[in-house]
């Protein structure tokens, strides 16, 4: 699909836009996760994602692209690798890739999906 996609202002989005709040999958423990977000479906699979303290399962098969704009969180890889992740920051997850998030300060991420091959 060609179209461009500007996500603007993603820092400054008041979370009641980015709708309901749903529980984080497979959550480990309490508090549980809520998280929300908002999608741009009419171009790529992008969008705006938050969630609340906690941890939970991975569970996106996409390799995904995120910058994340507030907060600060842990991913554990099933390798062992652990990525400290703050505002300001961007990772890249190449597709299945597995672990446990840990919400320390509610956090918000920008993100792009590549499609399955």
Excluded at 26 to 45: H, T
Excluded at 57 to 81: P, Y
Excluded at 84 to 99: K, L, M, N, S, W
């Amino acid at each position: 699909m060609n179209k461009l996609t500007l996500i603007k202002g993603s820092d400054r989005i008041a979370s009641s836009e980015l709708g309901e709040e749903f529980k984080a999958n497979e959550p480990q423990g309490e508090p549980v996760a809520m998280i929300r977000s908002k999608d741009w479906r009419e171009g790529p699979d992008a969008g705006v994602w938050e969630c609340t303290p906690g941890k939970w399962k991975r569970a996106v098969k996409n390799a995904e692209f995120a910058h994340f704009v507030m907060g600060r969180c842990q991913f554990h890889h099933e390798d062992g690798t652990v990525l400290e992740i703050a505002a300001g920051d961007a990772v890249y997850f190449p597709a299945h890739t597995r672990g446990t998030w840990n919400v320390i300060e509610t956090v918000r991420k920008t993100y792009f999906l590549l499609p399955l091959e």
